[in-house]
Antibody, heavy 122, light 108 residues
């Protein structure tokens, strides 16, 4: 059974760096073809794909946010970390991590975490 | 970048058929995936690769994709189907995922 759970601060100040951790179970990021992605959703708005990391440490980023995002993995801990620099109030959103079903280069998300709401405010 | 266009809202009476569209340039050449999201919950995959259904998703949910429009069809709509629905594709030109703007399905 695959599960994912996001953790991190609920409140960050403008210009700060956000660090979110996705802790998962039921699969291993050392297995070929496996990945973990991040998606966010501002309150009342649509889903926005952010980033994805593959088992071989290949990474993909949203073009519009690429300069601010870093995704890394710790295979031994079954964790994926997303950092976003220079946070702004418009980055207030629920951040989800999700498990992709990969048929490279395409994929869709079959399991999602519960999401974590991050508010950016001074 | 590739843009997916969904109607903001669709309304349907119980027992009727709801059709939610997802428009994009030559979307028929892409694989489309659909998610259902109820208030306060994470999205749930309901259709993948245009028309495949994950286990546990009722047969009432179906999908099609041709030309410039992909469609999620929900037959015999129930009150429990009321939710936001999002389409998703992979944009080969930029190598990233794209979500539509979402459609709120209201069951009258």
């Amino acid at each position: 059974q695959i599960t994912l759970k996001e953790s991190g601060p609920t409140l960050v100040k403008p210009t700060q760096t956000l660090t979110l951790t996705c802790t998962f179970s039921g699969f291993s990021l050392s297995t070929s073809g496996v990945g973990v992605g991040w998606i966010r959703q501002p309150p009342g708005k649509a889903l926005e794909w952010l980033a994805l990391i593959y088992w071989d440490d290949d990474k993909r980023y949203s073009p519009s946010l690429k300069s601010r995002l870093t995704i890394t993995k710790d295979t031994s801990k079954n964790q994926v970390v997303l950092t976003m620099t220079n946070m702004d109030p418009v980055d207030t959103a629920t951040y989800y991590c999700a498990h992709p079903v990969v048929t490279a280069p395409e994929y869709y998300f079959d399991y999602w975490g519960q999401g974590t709401l991050v508010t950016v405010s001074s | 970048s590739y843009v997916l266009t969904q109607p903001p809202s669709v309304s349907v009476a119980p027992g009727k058929t709801a059709r939610i569209t997802c428009g994009g340039n030559n979307i028929g050449s892409k694989s489309v995936h659909w998610y259902q999201q109820k208030p306060g919950q994470a999205p749930v995959l309901v259709i993948y690769y245009d028309s495949d259904r994950p286990s546990g998703i009722p047969e009432r949910f179906s999908g099609s994709n041709s030309g410039n429009t992909a469609t999620l069809t929900i037959s015999r709509v129930e009150a429990g189907d009321e939710a936001d629905y999002y389409c998703q594709v992979w944009d080969s030109s930029s190598d990233h995922q794209v979500f539509g703007g979402g459609t709120k399905l209201t069951v009258l």
